[in-house]
């Protein structure tokens, strides 16, 4: 019983020294600094890291990595003070612990196309446009 016991804790001793995960040093450096008009109440990050979606009273700020701007400003009518990013439906998800509210708000990418000079078919000033991209190959 005595050999089981050390042949047991001896296996235990191995798998433990074997398998652990090595640590490594870890560098860093600051990027940039970024001035706010208002005090930051939370922060999330876009799942594919290039925006950062900064919750302050009022409104999120969308800031992006690559163009080093806010870029986007969703207003809030209610007080919330925490924000995350939910990447499979890209969505932001705020929260108010005063309100007990929570809101999900869709985010979906809008892009203006310069149509100057291309045929199309409708009133010239439509609410919506239908780009069409297509290729006889």
Not at 5 to 19: H, Q
Not at 56 to 70: D, F, Q, R, T
């Amino acid at each position: 019983m005595m050999v089981m016991k050390k042949a047991w804790l001896l296996a235990v001793l191995i798998g433990f020294v074997c398998c652990s995960p090595a640590w490594a040093d870890l560098s860093w450096k600051a990027l940039r600094d970024v001035s706010l008009e208002k005090e930051p109440l939370d922060v999330a990050a876009s799942a594919d890291g290039q925006m950062v979606f900064i919750l302050v009273p009022g409104e999120v700020l969308v800031y992006s990595i690559a163009g080093n701007a806010i870029e986007r400003r969703i207003s809030l009518d209610k007080d919330f003070d925490r924000v995350t990013y939910a990447p499979g439906p890209h969505a932001l998800v705020v929260t108010g612990g005063g309100s007990k509210t929570l809101r999900v708000l869709m985010l979906q990418d809008v892009h203006d196309l310069d149509l100057s000079g291309l045929s199309f078919k409708g009133p010239e000033n439509a609410p919506v446009t239908i780009a069409v991209f297509s290729g006889y190959q």
